[in-house]
Nanobody, 121 residues
Framework: QVQLVESGGGLAQPGGSLRLSCTAS????????MGWYRRAPGKQRELVAA???????DYAGSVKGRFTISRDNAKNTVYLQMNSLKPEDTNVYYC???????????????WGQGTQVTVSS
């Protein structure tokens, strides 16, 4: 069983920075796609950023140029560096480890409990 534990959320001022971390316990392989998601009120979770085992990245348009996702496969950890934060970035951020395409198992899709990010002056 895989568990994802996020950390690094908190309060930041507009224009400030935060760094989120997500560490996986259990069998996470470098072939898993790791990502960060957030949920707008009344909506489904939306992708913020994702990174493949090979280091290819994808970002939501609203965070491109401000957020950077990275991973350390040796530490089973994915990071989200959040710069130039805006009040609209306020949300709960969820870490995801998706191994469905890598393992072929539909159950290999894991979520963390979420970490609160609040951007306010």
């Amino acid at each position: 069983q895989v568990q994802l534990v996020e950390s690094g959320g908190g309060l930041a001022q507009p224009g400030g920075s935060l760094r989120l971390s997500c560490t996986a316990s259990g069998s996470i392989f470098s072939g898993y796609v790791m990502g960060w998601y957030r949920r707008a009120p009344g909506k489904q979770r939306e992708l913020v950023a994702a990174i493949t085992g090979g280091g290819s990245t994808d970002y939501a348009g609203s965070v491109k140029g401000r957020f950077t996702i990275s991973r350390d496969n040796a530490k089973n950890t994915v990071y989200l560096q959040m710069n130039s934060l805006k009040p609209e970035d306020t949300n709960v951020y969820y870490c995801n480890a998706d191994g469905r395409h890598y393992t072929g198992s539909s159950s290999d899709d894991y979520w963390g409990q979420g970490t609160q990010v609040t951007v306010s002056s």
